[in-house]
């Protein structure tokens, strides 16, 4: 298809997903290569669950063109067979899985030097509640013998460009809590997020939740070159993009690795450069939103904290763009994979002030409080500033989010 069709089709559906989810805008890369609806604002962040109509989007190609639920999924590997969205729903149990869905490139636009892509500020994250059938069970039911690691290939149905929409995750995680999802917030999965089936993948980077899921494949290795049964690349989405690289430095493809906590592959020796696996802790204030001024007094300050899959474990507000911290309350649900709400009380006096957040995970890791430079590299880790790299990627720095409200005297 020549480029100006495909960009003709890509600006069509584009405006179709605007007319549907009024509560997002529009954000895309100069090369015109992704499909990318940014959250709503700030507002989107008081609350716990995101109306799918301020969920963000994201993806490179196409929506598929899907009839109903015969679509079929394939098994194969070290998996067997198929089955229709129909099957699954009936031979399997009904299960809801809470999960906050973050884009890895969120963050991105707070590089500098600006790297490539679709330049996200925080808005790429959103928390929906997500049903479908237990992955475990459909794995055992499609295998002879269920591993207990090696990886699962998730295939998407979007024609590729170039190749396929493949990504894998080890079986530990598969067998874990990934669900095979059909509905989302109480409905079917709309069309952009992936319907009639996507693989969800609770607490991991949005990019592992493969939407319109073809195929299945249970492999002793991760997605490569030439692994897979089918035309054109297979690894692009796995092995180059959606790993953390310093500038100039190309990822090497590799089989197989050990650590999958997306923070803890910066410090293994095992990998030179990062999957975007788990989700890095990370924090942003919804309320107030810095759109309106507030009255002076006790003015609520609440927001959103998460931590991948693991947990929130504090979570600090400064009024004085960080300069001091005071420790705000966790409250609302509590679900592994998904955000949690947190509070304070904030005794506001007239005047400027600069509002911002940072939060903690169950295993002492702060957000850091901003980007490095590229010289640095992964350098900046040692001073606490998270590493600039060239897709932008897994960013948590929390300076970047600070943002000013106006406060106006008590009347
Ligand atoms: N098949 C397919 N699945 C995909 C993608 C894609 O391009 N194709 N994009 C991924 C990325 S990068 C993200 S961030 C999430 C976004 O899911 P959402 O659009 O439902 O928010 O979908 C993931 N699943
Ligand atoms: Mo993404």
């Known amino acids: 298809m020549a480029t100006t069709d495909r960009s003709r089709e890509r600006r069509e559906e584009i405006e179709a997903i605007l007319e549907r989810k009024p509560g997002v805008r529009e954000v895309r890369d100069e090369a015109d290569r992704y499909t990318v609806v940014g959250a709503a604002g700030r507002g989107t962040y008081a609350n716990w669950l995101t109306p799918i109509e301020e969920h963000f989007v994201c993806h490179r190609n196409a929506i598929p063109e899907i009839a109903d639920d015969s679509w079929t999924i394939t098994f194969s590997g070290g998996l067997d067979g198929e089955a229709s969205v129909a099957d699954l729903t009936e031979r399997f149990p009904t299960v809801a ?84 999802a059909v509905g989302v917030n109480g409905r079917p999965i709309p069309a952009e997020h992936g319907y009639p089936v996507r693989l969800l993948v609770p607490g ?140 304070t009380t904030w005794d506001a006096t007239p005047g400027t002030h600069t509002l911002v957040s940072r939060a903690s995970d169950d295993r002492g890791r702060t957000q850091p409080a901003t980007i490095g430079t590229p010289e640095e590299g992964f350098g900046a880790l040692d001073s606490g500033r998270y590493p600039w790299n060239e897709g932008g990627y897994a960013a948590n720095a929390y300076l970047p989010n600070a943002f000013e409200v106006e406060v106006e005297p008590e009347r």
């Open 204 to 343: 991991w980077y949005g990019v592992n939740s493969v939407k319109w899921l073809d195929e299945l494949r249970l492999m002793d290795s991760m997605v490569t070159e030439g692994s897979l049964d089918r035309p054109g690349r297979h690894a692009e989405w796995q092995q180059d993009e959606y790993r953390i690289h310093p500038a100039g430095e190309t990822p090497e493809p590799m089989e197989t690795i050990e650590t999958f906590d997306t923070w803890d592959q910066f410090e293994s020796d095992e990998i030179d450069h990062p999957y975007t696996f788990d989700e890095n802790v990370m924090s942003v204030i919804g309320a107030p939103d810095g759109e309106e001024p507030v009255r002076a007094g006790e003015v609520d300050v609440c927001g959103v904290a998460w931590a991948g899959d693991d947990t929130v474990e504090r979570v600090e507000v400064s009024t004085d763009g960080g300069e001091h911290w005071s420790e705000a309350e966790r409250f609302g649900p509590d679900y592994a994979g998904a955000w949690r709400l947190f509070r």
């Open 97 to 180: 899985v809470a999960h906050t869905m973050e884009c890895a490139g969120n963050g991105r636009g707070q590089h500098d030097p600006e790297t490539a892509s679709v330049q996200w500020g925080f808005e790429a994250a959103a928390t929906a509640v997500w049903t479908g059938v237990p992955l475990s069970s459909v794995l055992r039911a499609f295998s002879e013998e269920l591993p207990e690691s090696g990886w699962l290939t998730a295939i998407g149905g979007d024609p590729g460009e170039e190749g396929v929409f493949a990504r894998s995750i080890p079986v530990e995680k598969a067998t874990d809590d990934c669900i095979l």
